[in-house]
């Protein structure tokens, strides 16, 4: 009993598309009906509409093509056999009200459009060949029966039969293409989902990897760093140690070691600061940027530098210790690769709608336009300086921090004419 019930369940069944698509034909053909019985009515008051019909069937058509705005799952499941059990009721009466009116031509035209239009909103083949064949049969029935001449009668017949044969390839075709789309359909969800559960493996093991990365970054960096301050500590001991007394290549040598543990102990500690940007989802608070910049300028303070800050900055929803990460790198890097007497440098801030938009600008050598994309790469140096205490880290940790917390970091610079930092900070939501 249940494989016949799912086998009457899969014959009916439609597709939502083709379900909704039957209900805005039923919507159409409600009035339609109306009108067009009026049509003829106007035309020809002789005709004769049983049991009013017009009324009946045309308030059928809007019921049966309201359903699907229902949107309940049951009516879906059987809206085809709703649609088939319609189709099939009126194709009934519409014959015998066509033989009822001794078939006249106002009846026989609609009733051949009905049957050619009617299969189209059947899904199925069996269905097609039952409704089809069933029509050409009733109608022969009322033909035989009737008082027409034999020439009339044939030329009925032919040609309700000539509908049905074409109706029936056109619905054949329509349906195999439909079993094709299907098929294709079933192959492109199924590579679909094999390529989801693809993309989410390798995302997961990505995912994986980069903590493991991150991890090993920061155990590396965190042991690497006792050693590194032995080393340095030794190093400056043995040069200013009054009781040893090296001769000048011998001290060139030590210096030159502590300038080395001094470039590593940066690049180990830049490493540990990139690592320790891990996780996206850090602690935010309501952030005084302008008091935090003012502690920057307190610890940069000397004589040959002046940091301007035009506008008063404003309190902005963010981790502290990241923002003053940025902060610091910025400044500190337009003060380090500045090739003049008195460095300037020029904060300024405006607002937007969504952004907090802040300006970090120099009145250093500039940057040529063809590194403004490597400056923001991981250990890239545009200038190899012992002096300059610089990895290429700084910039990099600016903007994986500012990125991550949804902002956008750009530069603009000309040769000889300073550089200028624009990073935005998304607005609190009011």
């Known amino acids: 009993m249940k494989k016949v019930l799912k086998y009457l369940k899969d014959i ?29 009515f106007y035309y020809n008051p002789g005709l004769k509409v049983p049991y009013h019909g017009e009324i009946v069937f045309s308030l059928w058509f809007v019921l049966v093509g309201i359903i699907p705005y229902f949107k309940s799952k049951f009516l879906d499941e059987i809206y085809g056999w709703i649609t088939f059990a319609s189709l099939m009721i009126f194709q009934f009466y519409l014959t015998y009200t066509t033989a009822f009116n001794n078939f006249s031509l106002d009846y026989l035209l609609v009733t051949y459009v009905f049957i050619f ?8 083949r069996l269905l097609v060949i039952i409704f089809s064949a069933s029509q050409l049969l009733h109608l022969s029935y009322r033909v035989y029966y009737s008082d027409l001449d034999s020439m009339s009668e044939s030329a ?33 969800e199924k590579r679909i989902q094999q390529r989801t559960v693809d993309l989410e493996t390798r995302a997961k093991e990505l995912l994986r990897k980069n903590k493991d990365l991150e991890e090993f970054a920061y155990v590396v960096s965190h042991d690497l760093k006792r050693p590194l301050r032995n080393i ?29 543990v001094t470039q590593m102990d940066l690049l180990v500690e830049g490493i540990l600061n990139y690592s320790l940007q891990m996780d996206k989802e850090r602690p935010v608070s309501n952030v005084d940027a302008q008091v935090l910049v003012d502690r920057i300028v307190k610890v940069n303070a000397s004589d040959t530098l002046k940091i301007h800050v035009s506008q008063k900055l404003p309190k902005v929803i963010f981790n502290e210790s990241q923002l003053l990460q940025v902060f610091q790198n910025l400044i500190q890097n337009a003060i380090k690769h500045n090739d003049k007497e008195l460095v300037e440098i020029h904060i300024k801030y405006q607002q937007t709608q969504k952004w907090h938009q802040f300006s970090i600008h120099d ?4 940057i040529n336009e063809k590194y403004h994309k490597k400056i923001f790469e991981l250990f890239q140096k545009l200038e190899v300086k012992s002096e300059i205490d610089s990895i290429g880290i700084g910039l990099a940790l600016v903007k994986k921090i500012i990125e991550r917390n949804g902002g956008t970091i750009t530069v603009e610079s000309e040769l000889g004419k300073g550089t200028t930092f624009i990073f935005t900070v998304p607005a609190a939501e009011q």
Request: proline content about 2%; glycine content about 6%.
């Open 156 to 188: 009925i017949l032919v040609s309700m039969s000539t509908i049905f044969v074409f109706s029936f390839l056109v619905m054949n075709g329509l349906i195999r293409y439909r079993k094709k789309l299907e098929t294709i359909n079933v192959e492109l």
């Open 12 to 40: 009916g069944r439609l597709e939502r598309f083709e379900i909704k698509n039957s209900g805005i034909t039923f919507l159409l053909a409600g009035p339609s009906t109306f009108m067009y019985v009026m049509i003829m």
């Open 117 to 124: 239009g009617a299969v189209l909103l059947l899904s199925n």
């Open 363 to 366: 009145n250093g050598p500039g």
């Open 232 to 260: 340095y500590t030794l190093t400056d001991w043995l040069t200013d140690d009054t009781e040893y007394q090296f001769n000048e290549e011998t001290n060139q040598s030590l210096r030159l070691i502590k300038e080395q």
